[in-house]
């Protein structure tokens, strides 16, 4: 069963930095599957959107908002994916989520999430 751990929340203030990771195992059983991994964030009372996220070939995608101040890298050794925050805003607090996407194949299982893990930013 596929497990992700985020970590790296805290409470700073703005203009601060924050690099979050998000551990992953338990993938024997994607060996048959390409999967992304990808960062979310949920605000009090709004959805939870997407921010960015890492093809395993390396390739990248984020939302507007962070582009320039937030960065997404992997270390494929250690299945681990980082997301690297500067210039945070107070609108960048949220829980931010880790998401592991398998894909390749109708047997390929649905998408994991992780628990999450609080940014909160002070102006």
């Known amino acids: 069963q596929v497990q992700l751990q985020e970590s790296g929340g805290g409470s700073v203030q703005a203009g601060g930095s924050l690099r979050l990771s998000c551990a992953a195992s338990?993938?024997?059983?994607?060996?048959?599957?390409?999967?992304?991994m990808s960062w979310y964030r949920q605000a009090p009372g709004k959805e939870r959107e997407f921010v960015s996220r890492?093809?395993?070939?390396?390739?990248?995608r984020y939302t507007d908002s962070v582009k320039g101040r937030f960065t997404i890298s992997q270390d494929n050794a250690k299945n681990t994916v980082y997301l690297q925050m500067n210039s945070l805003k107070p609108e960048d607090t949220a829980k931010y989520y880790c998401?592991?996407?398998?894909?390749?194949?109708?047997?390929?299982?649905?998408?994991?999430w992780g628990q999450g893990t609080q940014v909160t930013v002070s102006s």
């Open positions: 890492i093809w395993r070939d390396g390739g990248t």
């Open positions: 998401k592991l996407t398998p894909y390749g194949g109708s047997f390929c299982p649905s998408p994991y």
């Open positions: 338990g993938l024997n059983g994607l060996k048959y599957c390409n999967y992304e």
